[in-house]
């Protein structure tokens, strides 16, 4: 499926220590740092979601990324998205050197995961027993490990936090 060899594919994801992602179409947790270190991370550049991440985002389209959604469903239901069919589709629509960004939820980080070149994990050191969607497993002989950035609970975050950054070996 990857075809150029510039291709920059990041899947982004918070996760907690069982991989949990969601809960009943809605993240685990609020994390205000996850949030803006998300923003930060994708501003200006492309995301690629599936439909349900999609319906999970409070004011629709992200502002300041080219959004992309994979669905099956009528494109006028995506105001401000460009409308895909299939992951393949969808890296049609980057231009040559740039980097795109998964950004969920289970089903598309399933399909993406071995054509990613980077992930961007925020590690929430907790497990949710409720959980009803997961990333897919990490081996992690094929990753290496370029950042850390360890965070402890605080007022506003309900449970200690990692920034990890991995790159394919
Ligand atoms: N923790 C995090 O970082 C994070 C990030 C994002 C989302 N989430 C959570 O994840 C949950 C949603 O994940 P999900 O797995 O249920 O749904 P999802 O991947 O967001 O969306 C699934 C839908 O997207 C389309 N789709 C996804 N991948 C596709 C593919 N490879 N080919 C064709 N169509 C594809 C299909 O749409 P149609 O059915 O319309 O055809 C499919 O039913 C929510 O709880 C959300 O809050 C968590």
Redesign the pocket.
């Known amino acids: 499926m990857r075809e150029a060899h510039s291709t920059h594919i990041a899947l ?4 907690d220590e069982q991989n949990a ?8 947790c609020h994390l205000p740092n996850d949030l803006k270190r ?1 923003k930060q991370i994708t501003t200006g550049h492309t995301v690629i ?8 985002l409070p004011k629709g389209a992200l502002p300041n990324r080219t959004n992309i ?5 009528h494109a006028e239901n995506y105001p401000g998205c460009i409308v895909v ?3 393949e589709e969808a890296l049609t629509h980057y231009k040559e050197g740039e980097k795109i960004f998964v ?10 995961l071995s054509l990613a070149d980077q992930l961007y994990i ?1 590690r929430i050191h907790h497990t949710f027993s409720d959980a ?2 997961f ?1 897919p497993g990490i081996n992690t002989s094929e990753w290496k490990l370029i950042e850390k950035e360890p965070h402890e609970a605080d007022e506003k975050h309900p449970y200690a936090y990692s920034f990890l950054t991995y790159t394919k070996k």
Not at 69 to 73: A, E, F, K, N
């Open positions: 982004i994801v918070a996760l992602i969601g809960r009943g179409g809605d993240l685990l998300f979601m599936g439909r349900k991440t999609y319906e999970s959604v994979i669905t099956s469903d069919r299939s992951v950004i969920g939820g289970g089903m598309l980080y399933r399909t993406t925020t009803d969607t990333f």
